[in-house]
């Protein structure tokens, strides 16, 4: 890539994840691969591999608040995406670095809970703190079901449901929702965006794959460059889902679990050789 046609810069404040296919490593593939700069804030490190997740070491809250404020005092930013947070502390050290240095910045909020192999990546006593303190600052947020459910109280596990969760999330504070559809299990994948252009749907055929680590953060970084890059937000989603999609379809095969993506399909390798 040129980086002449490098347009908007994305800070991702979120966890390392070692097998490159999610967390601080997939969020900096996609916003590239997006044409933005990627700048990041890491709030934990993780030993992961496609087959799930064996431990967490912790980042400081004092050394993930001075990562943003040091990135965006110097660089600046068009853009900030969060993703795994952890804890209650980090959670309020994250928003009050935000609310110091990020001033109005698009903020896009994946409220991570549980990796793809099923470990924990939210402390239970930190939903709260995320709804108070971080959700209401978003531009927008983009829960699966299991965590609208947690985020709502309530079970979200149908289309029906899906529809009817909407408005609590939006009650939450953030400015726009998309409630993605993938765990529903059907042959279509629905996600569901509302916000002040009102609502839409975007319906896609499930790809039958076991390759789709990192999809989350992947999709949101996506959204993120988007946005960035002065990108209304409905175009924003539509090229992030499309982005992913590919990337899904042209997945690399690695690993002996849920393998990681293409993130790389925008750029050509090969060219000049």
């Known amino acids: 890539m040129n980086p002449n046609l490098l347009r ?5 404040i979120a966890g390392s994840d070692s097998g490159g296919g999610a967390g601080i490593q997939a969020d900096i593939k996609a916003i590239t691969a997006l044409g933005c700069f990627a700048m990041t804030a890491v709030t934990a490190i993780t030993v992961q591999d496609t087959q799930g997740v064996s431990g967490i070491h912790p980042v400081p809250d004092d050394i993930i608040s001075a990562q943003i404020e040091r990135v965006l005092a110097d660089l600046g930013a068009d853009g900030v995406k969060t993703g795994m947070l952890g804890t209650s502390s980090v959670i309020e050290a994250v928003s009050g670095a935000l609310a110091r240095c990020a001033g109005s910045l698009p903020l896009v909020v994946d409220p991570v809970m549980v990796a793809k ?9 930190a939903v709260g703190a995320m709804k108070e303190k971080l959700l209401p600052r978003a531009t927008l947020i983009t829960p699966n079901l299991p ?6 109280g309530r079970p979200v596990t ?11 999330l939006m009650a939450l504070g953030p400015r726009a929702v998309l409630l993605k559809g993938g765990h529903l ?4 994948i629905v996600d569901i965006y509302e916000g002040p ?8 055929p499930r790809i039958a794959t076991r390759h789709t680590h990192g999809t989350g953060c992947t999709l949101a970084s996506a959204i993120a460059a988007g946005l960035a890059q002065g990108l209304p937000m409905i175009r924003a989603i539509g090229r992030a889902r499309a982005y992913v999609r590919i990337a899904i379809e042209t997945a690399p095969g ?12 925008t750029v050509n390798p090969f060219v000049g050789e």
């Open 117 to 125: 192999g099923g470990a924990l990546l939210l402390a239970d006593t």
């Open 185 to 188: 299990g059907t042959d279509e």
């Open 147 to 152: 965590e609208a459910s947690v985020l709502i």
């Open 8 to 12: 908007g810069r994305v800070l991702s």
């Open 254 to 265: 690695f690993g002996r679990g849920h393998g990681p993506l293409n993130h790389a399909h």
């Open 197 to 204: 252009e009102g609502r839409h749907e975007w319906r896609s």
């Open 158 to 168: 149908s289309l029906a449901d899906m529809h009817a969760a909407i408005l609590p």
